[in-house]
C-alpha cells in the first residue's frame, strides 16, 4: 500500500509542477528535478520495506514508471544530530531508487538531517521525530483485526496518550479492495458498488477509498471517555467492506505542511529538491470489515 501512495504523490507532484504540453504551449519547459519521499518511523529500523525514495521528475507526457524515475547510485546520508553520527543508506537491490540502513533505529524527539547527491546536485532536509504516540486497545497491530463497521468505535476504540496536547495526530483509512470487488458498507446513489474507479477512488487514488483526518491530541475527545483522548470516531471512514489498513500516527512539521498544503511538494522541507521527508510514531492496524 506504501509504495502505490508514493507513485500517486508522485504523479500527483508531476501534474502539478510540469504543466507544460501542447495544449498549452506558453508553459514553462520540463525541468528536470531530484524528488524525495519518505518519512522515518519513531522506534523503528530504517529497513527495505521503509526506505526512502530518490527519483527525477519526468516529462507531463511522458509515461512515468519508477524504472525510468529512479535515481541509482545516489549518495545517501542521514545524520542524527544529537551523537553526529552519520547514516550511509544503502540502495535496495531488488528497487532501484529506495535507499535505506536497517542498522539505523529512528528515536524519537530526535532530529536527523539528510543529505542527497546525485549529478553533481545537493538536496537537503530535515525532520525532528515526534515524541511517542502510546495507544491503547484490543487491536492487534501484528494480525489481521475482525471488526464490524456499526460497533466499530464503540467496541474497539483507541486510548491516545502522548506529551502535548498541541501534537498533530493523523488517523488514515485505506480500503486495499479493487473497485471492482469493493461493497459500499451504505448504498451510495443507490448502489452496493461503485460503478467505476473514478467513483471508488476520485480517479486519483483518494476518497472515498483514502480517507484522512487530522487534529491535535488535544481535540480527541469524547463524552464516553471523560478526560482521555480517543480515536472512537474512526469508524465513520469505513466506506467499503472488507481489506482495510489504518494507520493512526504522530506526524511531524514536514509531514503535516505536506498534507494540507495546496502545493504540497514545495511544503515536505526538501531543499534543492521537491518532495517530502517526515517522521512519525504511531501504529498500522489491518481491519477486516465484515457485514453484519
Not at 540502513?101 to 546536485?121: C, F, H, I, M, R
Request: proline share 6%.
Amino acid at each position: 500500500m506504501r509504495v502505490a501512495i508514493k507513485l500517486m504523490l508522485v504523479v500527483f507532484a508531476l501534474a502539478l509542477l510540469l504543466p507544460g504540453c501542447e495544449k498549452n504551449p506558453g508553459a514553462p519547459d520540463y525541468q528536470k528535478e531530484i524528488t524525495v519521499f519518505g518519512y522515518l518511523w519513531g522506534n523503528d529500523t530504517l529497513n527495505a520495506e521503509r526506505a526512502i525514495m530518490i527519483a527525477y521528475t519526468q516529462p507531463v507526457l511522458a509515461r512515468y514508471t519508477l524504472e525510468n524515475a529512479a535515481i541509482r547510485g545516489a549518495s545517501v546520508t542521514l545524520t542524527e544530530t544529537s551523537t553526529g553520527r552519520v547514516y550511509t543508506l544503502n540502495e535496495s537491490p531488488q528497487r532501484p531508487g529506495f535507499y535505506f540502513n536497517d542498522s539505523l533505529v529512528v528515536q524519537p524527539k530526535t532530529t536527523y538531517n539528510l543529505e542527497v547527491k546525485a549529478d553533481g546536485k545537493v538536496v537537503r532536509a530535515s525532520t525532528t521525530v515526534p515524541p511517542v504516540l502510546k495507544l491503547t486497545t484490543v487491536l492487534n497491530p501484528d494480525s489481521v483485526n475482525s471488526v464490524y463497521q456499526k460497533n466499530l468505535s464503540r467496541e474497539k476504540p483507541i486510548l491516545l496518550e502522548g506529551e502535548s496536547p498541541d501534537q498533530i495526530v493523523l488517523v488514515d483509512m485505506y480500503c486495499n479492495e479493487s473497485y471492482r470487488d469493493a461493497e459500499y458498507t451504505e448504498s451510495f446513489g443507490g448502489s452496493r458498488h461503485p460503478r467505476n474507479e473514478e467513483e471508488y477512488d476520485g480517479g486519483v487514488n483518494g476518497e472515498p477509498r483514502h480517507i484522512r483526518a487530522m487534529a491535535k491530541l488535544g481535540e480527541f475527545v469524547s463524552d464516553e471517555y471523560p478526560g482521555q483522548y480517543v480515536v472512537n470516531w474512526y469508524s465513520s471512514m469505513i466506506v467499503f467492506y472488507g481489506s482495510n489498513t489504518m494507520q493512526v500516527l504522530a506526524i511531524d512539521d514536514n509531514y503535516h505542511k505536506f498534507l494540507y498544503t495546496e502545493h504540497p511538494v514545495y511544503s515536505g522541507g526538501v531543499k534543492g529538491g521537491l518532495g517530502v521527508f517526515g517522521s512519525v510514531c504511531g501504529k498500522t492496524y489491518q481491519l477486516m470489515v465484515l457485514k453484519p
